[in-house]
C-alpha cells in the first residue's frame, strides 16, 4: 500500500521508499520507517496531501507520497 | 562595532529564530551579503551580562547541514570552513519545544562539528501547555551542552540565554551523539590523514558536499574526489544511513526525557483552521476576498495620508518660492529637487500598508497554506506551489522576491518563476497607477460597496496576475528541465501575527524605498531640471525675444503669457529635444514628447516616472500657483487640439506600457545575480519591451 492511496484522515506506518533520492529528503523531515503518518488532508485540487507526521504538518505531492510504501 | 565574540543562531525554519535575532540585537542590526554569495545575512550586536559584545549572526533556516537550497548551503559553509572570516565562536541552536524530534537532527549534526554549542529550547510555553513534560536538566545532562528554555514570542528566558551565552565554553564538550565513522570508516580516515582534518565529521561533510562549497582548493576537490571512487562512496545512501542513526538516537533521547500525553489529543486547532482556510471553495474565495481586500485597503486607507503629505510638499514649495529670491538655484531646489521628491513621498502610506500586509500573511503561516493549494495549479504553467510566494511578494517589489525563488529547489521551476516576477505589478507601478486611475477613473462607489478606482486598480493586479502565468506557461513549453522537481514542505501551525515584526516591516521597507528611490529621484530631478531648464544654442533668448514682442505684451496678461514663454522653453529645452526624439516611436501608443521624457527618465527605476511628471509640470506651470501632480497633469491640454493630453485612452496605454516594460535596473542586476548569466536579464528586457509596446499599442487604439 502506498501512501498516496490513503484517503483524508486515514493512517499508516512507514515500511520503505521505492526511491532513494526522495527517502533521504523524506527521512530529513523526520519520516523515517516504523514512523506513523495520518494524512490531514488533500489539498482542494486534489494534489499536493498534507501529512502528520513526527508531530507536525508536512505537504507532498501525491507522486512523492507514491514512493512511500507502508506496512 | 568590535566584537568580543561570535555567535550564529543556526535552527529549523519556523522555530522563532528570527524572532530571537531581534530580541537579542533590537533595532541594532543590519543586513548584508555573505561573501560571494547573495545570501542576506543579517548581524546585530547584543551586549552580555559580563560585558563583553556578542556580534550575533542570523543565519538562514535550514531542517539539515545537507543544502536543499542556495540559501541553506550558507550554513554548513560557515559552521565548517575554518578560514572563513564569519566562523562563530559559539552556535546558539534553537529548537521548537513542542517539535523536538524533527529539531534534533540538526543540532546532532552541528553538534558532531565540535563547535562550542548552546541550546534555546524555544516555544516551552506552547510545549507545556499542550501537555509536553520535558527533563531539561537531564535532557542537557544527556547531551553535554547548556539548554536554556526560553519564549521568544513572549520574551521569556532571554536574560538566561545571554548568560549561558557568556559563560559558553570556549571548547566542544558536548557529548557524541552517533559513531560518524562507522558510515564510511576508510573514506573519512583516509581524509582525515591527506586533507588534515581533524574532526571526522567535518571529512564525512565534505565528502558529500565538496562539489558545492567554495572553500576547497583544486587539488582538495580532485583528493576527496580520488578518495570516493577508491571507496565507492554513495552519497545518498551514505546520508539516509546517517539520518536513519541520527533518529534512532534522538528516539532514545526523547524516550528518557520526554513525556507527551498518551490520551489522544484533540484536534489542533491548526487543523480546524485549516479545514475551512484550505477548503475546496471557501479556501479560494478566501484567498481572492483577502487579495481584494488587500488592495482596497491599500487605495482607501492610505488616501488621507497620501493627501496630508501633498499637501505638506505644496506649501513647503509654496513658502519656499515667496522666502527665497528668486533665480536658478532657487528654481532647481523648488522645482526639480522637492517637486520630485514629493512626487514619490506621498506613496509612503501605500507601501507601509502593502508591506505589512504581507508580513502578516508570511507570519501566520497563511502563506504556507496558499503555497499548498495552489501548488497543482502553478505546475500547469510550468511553476510551482512555492512560486507563489515571489509572485505574491512581488506585489511589493520583484528584487526581493527574485532573490526568494532560492527556496524552489527545481531549476527549470525556479527560472520560469524568475522570468515572470517582475510582471506582477509591484510597489513601484503603484504610484504611477492611481496617479492615472485618479486622472481618469470617476471617484465613485458602484454596488454600494466597490471604489471605482479600487475596482481598476485591482483589475490592473489581476491582470498582472494573469500576464505573468501566461507567459509562464509559454516558457514552460521552451525550456528544458535539468532535474525532476519535489515539493517536500512544511506547514507551520497558524499563530498571531507578531505586531513588532509587521511594524518593523513596515518601517524597514519604508526606509528603503524612501533612501534608494529618494537617490535616484534627487539625481534624475536634478538632471532634468538642467536639461529642462535650458537649451541647445540661442533658442531660449530668441524665445524670450519673441515674446517681449508687444503683439505678445499687449494681448496676453501676465500669467498667460508666463506659462506661454515657460512651455515654449520646454519644448525647445535639452529634455524637450530628447522627448522629440523619441516621439515619433511612441506617437502610435498615444505619448507625446512630454511623457517622452518621463518613459527616458523611469527607464532604470518606474517611480520616477511621477517625478518627472511633477517636474516637467512644475517647470511649465506658474510659480505662483502651487499644486499638485495630479492637478496639473489633469489641466493638461494638448496644445493643438485643447483637449485633455491625458485622456482615458492615453492613461490605460501608459498603464499597459508600465505594465510590461522592464523599467528598473535593480531587476535586472538582481536577475543577472541570481543566474549568473546575461542571457536571463537580457531575455527578460527584450520579451517584456515587445509585449509592453503591443500591450499599449492596443490599449490605445481599442480605448481611443
Known sequence: MKLSQLLAGQKGIVKEFTDLEMSVKLMEMGCLPGEEICVERIAPLGDPIAINVAGYSLSLRKREASTIILL | MKADLRVALVG??????????????GLNQKIGNFPGVTVDKKTGYCTLPDGRNAEIIDLPGTYSLYPKSQDESIVFSILADRSNALKPDLVVVILDASNLKRNLLLYTQVADLKIPVVIALNMIDVANKSGIKIDVDLFAKRLGVPVVPISARKIEGIDKLKAAISYANEIALQNESIDVEAIAPQLIARMQTELQLDNPYFALQLAHQHETVKFLSPTENDTIEKLEQEF????????????????????????????KPETAQDES???????????KIFGFILFFAILLFMFQAIFSWSSYPMELIADL????????????????????????????????????????????????????GYMARVTFMMDKLMRKVGLNGKSVVPLIGGFACAVPSIMSTRTIENWKDRMITIMVTPLVTCSARLPIYTLLIALVVPNRNVWWLFNLQGLALTGMYVFSLISAVVVAFVFKLILKGRERGYFIMELPVYRMPRWNNVVYSMYERAKTFVLQAGKVIIAVSVILWVLASYGPGDRFERIDKKYRQSQYTKTLNPDELNRAVASEKLENSYAGALGHFIEPAIRPIGFDWKIGIALITSFAAREVFVGTMATIYSVNGSAEKMESVQKKMGEAKNAQTGRPVFTLAVAFSLMMFYAFAMQCASTVAVVYRETKNWRWPAIQFAYMAVL????SFVAYHVLK
Open chain 2, 232 to 259: 565507492s562512496f554513495h552519497s545518498q545512501k551514505a546520508q539516509g544511513t546517517e539520518t536513519i542513526a541520527r533518529y534512532a538516537f534522538i528516539n532514545e533521547l526523547l524516550y528518557d526525557t520526554v513525556k
Open chain 2, 269 to 279: 486547532l491548526s487543523n480546524r483552521i485549516d479545514k475551512v482556510l484550505t477548503h
Open chain 2, 313 to 364: 510638499f505644496v506649501w513647503v514649495q509654496d513658502k519656499l518660492h515667496h522666502v527665497l529670491p528668486a533665480g536658478p538655484l532657487t528654481s532647481l531646489l523648488v522645482d526639480g529637487v522637492i517637486a520630485g521628491l514629493s512626487g514619490v513621498m506621498v506613496f509612503i502610506p501605500q507601501i507601509a500598508i502593502l508591506f505589512a500586509f504581507i508580513s502578516i500573511l508570511e507570519d501566520t
Open chain 2, 12 to 25: 529549523n525554519p519556523n522555530t522563532g529564530k528570527s524572532t530571537l535575532f531581534n530580541i537579542l540585537t
Open chain 2, 692 to 695: 509592453a509596446y503591443a500591450a
